[in-house]
């Protein structure tokens, strides 16, 4: 949720700030801003909606600087608008560009009124820049009135401030909100994620919750929490430039979805030994820790949340581990009671996430000895905070609706439940067999690849609707959301999902000719209970889709359409089984002209409560 470029530099930064931006704008694209610091003068440009705005007003009145800041923004306090879009600046002398929120900032803003503070904006992130102005009075230059400003904030930040009074220090610090500095030659940049600044460097280093840097041409400086000066090592991406660009594809997502293949071979490179799984894959000690656990905790938000489901039902029906899972954000503040030697396993694309990282937090109170995040980012928050982590190497993945971020998920996932049902039920045997599985698994989703233009003709009956509904039953009936999901962020069709075996306890009153029911039916134990679901759905004029096994007998059924998928093993199936929702909410949404990279109201990094 919104996203933060800065840098210093001995050339112009403008045109670095403004890539910059472009390549977060999956972070946040209600407004964007840009500011720097030329002739002892702030330059600031902002625009409402997305960079290109921003882009076209740069070109007409161009503004040049070595030191700058920049922002796109999601909204949270405010509306979007010009006034609301940072960089903020109090009195010509401070600029802030923040992410986050700080929840004292009605506090704040009264003693700022009272003391002649003027405010341009409804959000929160002016008070901070005001109180950085009012600090510099009383100290000795802008890190430390930075320092002394910070003490004061409630919340979750990550800054990058600018003063004409330090017009060759650019300070970062953050709290709860991710920020890198990219370290160039000569030149230093931040960012909120490393995709802003692969063009200019590969090198990062990674600031740790509470730290704050001064930043300039010759170096820079780091203070942790505690107010230590520290030094944080500099890692080298693999990333390139060009791994977060459209290519040959219209949009991310279908890019995304198409190198689904290629990220769950990635998801189980190295990971397995004469097709046994290598448990040191989680960290050095996991091998004690699995020894250890005697039941499974999930804490995940959205599409995540979704493949926590599905992996609930492998824990309990193939390892036989007693596995629960919850939405962090009712976790947290539900009083929850975890039962010993629980593994808490958090589920992540970002590592930022914050109402999981706030629910991890809360479940090591209430005594959780043990910790694994899987998660997409290998610096992130959640990999910190964890005592052991699985990398589900999906590179990365910029279309606001997730696809090859879930899959790997689900990979990963699975190699968790083979990894901890050694101890309880799985047999050695059925562990070859799933491990089989999961290695033809890029192959199968190829072939499922192949029903894209047959599912884009299917997509036109979706022009017009309103409404659908997504059944599934078993680990399906997660599938079955998550398809849901997929339809309404990106389509802004209302959508639904329910375990087929729930229609008759009020859902069916909603069956009409008008209501698409969409089914994922693969051959498992379910198939004749589910049958009997789609025939109350028939018998009532309801239009049904079904993705079913290529094996089953097609239906006479007038109100029966069916998509052959190709035959795959129950164990997983739900992977499988995904990527035709994926490519039918995609073309649904291309044919209703939304934008399906950059849904509104929508971000990627959810990184605010």
């Known amino acids: 949720m919104c996203g933060i470029v800065g840098g210093i530099a001995q050339r112009n930064v403008v045109p670095i700030l403004l890539e910059g931006l472009k390549r977060l704008e999956y972070r946040g694209y209600d407004s964007a801003g840009l500011a720097v610091i030329d002739d002892q003068k702030i330059h600031r440009k902002r625009a409402l909606g997305k960079v290109k705005g921003l882009e076209m007003m740069l070109e007409a009145e161009p503004i040049v600087g070595n030191i700058g800041i920049a922002h796109t923004r999601w909204a949270t306090h405010g509306k979007p608008s010009t006034a609301n879009a940072h960089p903020h600046i109090c009195r010509n002398k401070v600029a802030v560009v923040h992410n986050g929120i ?301 696809t090859k971020a879930f899959t790997t998920q689900l990979v990963t996932l699975m190699m968790l439940v083979i990894a901890l049902g050694r101890r309880f039920q799985l047999t050695e045997l059925q562990e070859q067999k799933i491990t089989s599985e999961l290695f033809a698994l890029p192959g199968k989703v190829e072939k499922v690849l192949q029903l894209d233009e047959q599912i884009s003709i299917l997509a036109e009956q979706f022009a017009e609707k309103q409404h659908a509904l997504f059944l599934g039953r078993g680990t399906q009936y997660p599938i079955a959301m998550e398809g849901a999901l997929k339809l309404k962020e990106i389509s802004y069709i209302h959508a639904e999902a329910y375990p087929a075996g729930e229609l008759k306890h009020g859902p069916l009153a909603l069956i009409d000719a008008d209501m698409p029911v969409i089914v994922v039916a693969p051959n498992n134990s379910l198939l004749e209970k589910l049958k009997s679901n789609m025939q109350e759905v028939s018998a009532r004029g309801g239009q049904l889709i079904v993705f079913m096994d290529e094996t089953l007998a097609s239906s006479n059924d007038v109100n029966v359409q069916i998509i052959k998928v190709p035959q795959v093993e129950n164990e997983i199936a739900p992977i499988v089984y995904t990527i035709p929702l994926q490519l039918l909410s995609y073309h649904v949404a291309v044919l209703k002209g939304t934008d399906v990279d950059q849904p509104r109201n929508l971000a990627k990094s959810v990184t605010v409560e």
Not at 176 to 191: K, Q, T
Not at 282 to 293: K, L, S, Y
Not at 294 to 305: D, E, F, M, N, R
Not at 364 to 393: F, H, M, Q
Request: glycine share 6%.
């Open 102 to 402: 700080i929840e004292n900032h009605d506090t704040l803003r009264s003693d700022q009124l009272q003391n002649g503070y003027i405010f341009t904006s409804e959000t929160d992130t002016e008070v901070i820049v005001h109180e950085i102005y009012g600090a510099l009075n009383s100290t000795d230059n802008l890190l430390n009135a930075v320092k002394k400003t910070i003490k004061k904030l409630e919340g979750a930040y990550a800054l990058g401030v600018m003063s004409i009074d330090s017009p060759n220090t650019l300070i970062a610090c953050r709290k709860g909100s991710p920020l890198v500095i990219g370290v160039g030659i000569g030149e230093y940049f931040i960012a909120s994620d490393i995709a802003a600044l692969l063009p200019v460097t590969q090198r990062f280093i990674f600031l740790e919750d509470g730290d704050i840097a001064a930043i300039t041409i010759d170096g820079l400086v780091i203070y942790d929490i505690n107010d230590n000066q520290v030094n944080r090592p500099i890692k080298e991406s693999q990333l390139k430039a060009d791994s977060v660009d459209k290519g040959a594809y219209r949009h991310y997502m279908l890019k995304e979805i198409y190198e689904q293949p290629f990220a769950i071979s990635q998801a189980l490179e190295g990971r397995f030994i004469n097709n046994r799984l290598l448990e040191n894959a989680f960290g050095h000690n996991a091998t004690e820790v699995f020894d250890n656990v005697k039941s499974v905790q999930i804490l995940a938000c959205g599409t995540s949340y979704h493949a926590g489901l599905v992996a609930r039902y492998w824990f309990e029906q193939l390892a036989g581990v007693p596995c629960n899972i919850e939405v962090a954000s009712e976790f947290r503040y539900r009083n929850p009671v975890l039962a010993p030697d629980t593994l808490i396993v958090t589920l992540s694309q970002s590592g930022e996430t914050a109402d999981t990282l706030a629910a991890l937090q809360e479940a090591k109170k209430l005594g959780g000895k043990y910790s694994l995040a899987i998660c997409n980012v290998p610096e992130s928050s959640l990999i910190r905070e964890s005592d052991l982590a699985l990398l589900t190497r999906a590179g990365p993945e910029i279309g606001v609706a997730s």
